[in-house]
């Protein structure tokens, strides 16, 4: 997509030169429509240098309004339209005075007296200056609008920000304390090379979430490398029972989604499906694009929501002893994070296969990762291959 080579900027960006330049273009064209309206009543060119005065002093006394409702629009509505209403009369009375005055000077031969001519302009001068100060209120209290309402996105954003790297940070407890567990019985068991091997496996994945932000989106190729971290180490735990297939189209591997969103539905399948199982199960994990959607979908061929109720499994809970532990996390914790981050525009179900097992279906908008243009014909390298992705993992 072509950049443009100078980034437009806001016009009120600088308040202050905004200010200037409304003022400005704002008198600069009174004086223009003053010296036309002249010059078609048939006024003699010099008549031009009274409207010349008359609009230099209407600047001058906008002036000193500015910086009197500059104090006052922060204040209460009643202090501050109360002050308007008396500051505002007073100087249309010197603005007309003084134009009066100019003008019986240029007239001196005319019969008329100085307060005719006051009355002559005040009520021209009085529309000019009520419509400045309109415009004046009018534009700072858009501002002011606009300015509470960016800072209210700013604190939902930050609020957004930190429930989701809450949420994300839920899950590194929980996947480190049955890694641990595990690492634990190895040691006991006196199999050291298998306890060191999972805590270099550990060791790599903890990497990974430490440089990761909690509320960062990577891309799918990337979420399927770190998912193979997390496998490794559960495979040194299950070994056959364990396997894997990933069924990733070409087309969806730079599709962004929130960083660590499959490992907890993996962790779930393996809890539920291969875990209690003997000869264990296989996990599928495959995305796919659908229409503007990216689907991703984790599926178990393992006993389904009947080996231990529906509800214990859509809340999380694992079965350990013959008890319910609860971590508070799971699913629950995937639909709140997807929530945060995609608000309504995303779908979380949950489905059992004709064929058994379960499956976790998502689909979110799908977005590509922009990369930068590249001087070859050579595709960049994504870190996965299609035929490590269509290969089943045991």
Request: aromatic share 10%; glycine share 8%; hydrophobic share 45%.
């Amino acid at each position: 997509m072509a950049v443009l080579p100078i980034q437009p900027i806001p016009f009120f960006a600088n308040k202050n030169r905004a200010f200037w330049r409304l003022q400005y273009a704002g008198w600069t064209g009174a004086l223009l429509l003053r010296a036309m309206s002249s010059l078609a009543n048939t006024q003699p060119p010099s008549f031009l240098v009274l409207v010349l005065i008359e609009t230099i002093t209407g600047f001058s006394i906008s002036l000193i309004l500015a910086v009197i409702y500059r104090q006052l629009i922060g204040q209460r509505p009643i202090v501050t339209w109360g002050v308007t209403a008396i500051a505002l009369p007073v100087a249309v009375g010197v603005h007309a005075f003084m134009d009066g005055w100019v003008i019986s000077l240029y007239r001196a031969d005319s019969q008329a007296s100085l307060a005719q001519f006051v009355i002559g302009v005040f009520f021209f001068d009085a529309t000019l200056l009520g419509a400045w100060s309109a415009l004046y209120y009018a534009i700072n209290f858009f501002l002011r609008v606009e300015e509470q309402n960016d800072q209210l996105i700013r604190l939902e954003n930050q609020a957004t920000s930190a429930q989701l790297a809450m949420l994300r940070y839920q899950l590194n407890p929980h996947f480190l304390f049955n890694t641990l567990n595990s690492i634990s019985t190895l040691v006991l068991l006196k199999e050291t090379e298998p306890a060191n091997a999972m805590l270099t496996r550990l060791s790599s994945f903890l990497r990974y979430t430490l440089a990761t932000e909690p509320t960062g989106r990577v891309t799918v190729s990337q979420e399927v490398d770190t998912l193979n971290l997390y496998l490794g180490i559960e495979r040194m735990r299950f070994e056959e029972r364990l396997q894997t297939i990933f069924r990733i189209d070409e087309d969806t591997t730079q599709g962004l989604l929130p960083s660590l969103l499959l490992q907890p539905l993996v962790e779930n399948a393996i809890k539920y499906a291969v875990s209690p199982q003997e000869s264990g199960a296989e996990i599928t994990i495959a995305t796919q694009l659908v229409g503007p959607n990216l689907r991703i979908t984790v599926s178990d061929t393992g006993p389904g929501l009947q080996s231990m109720g529906a509800e214990n499994r859509l809340s999380g809970m694992a079965s350990e002893g013959g008890e319910l532990a609860s971590t508070g996390v799971g699913l629950a914790n995937i639909r709140d994070r997807l929530a945060q981050a995609y608000g309504e525009n995303h779908l979380f179900d949950t489905v059992e296969p004709v064929e058994g097992g379960f499956a976790v279906v998502i689909e979110i908008p799908f977005e590509a990762k922009v990369e930068p243009a590249r001087q070859t014909g050579f595709m960049p390298q994504t870190g996965l291959t299609a035929t490590r992705l269509t290969t089943m993992a045991g």
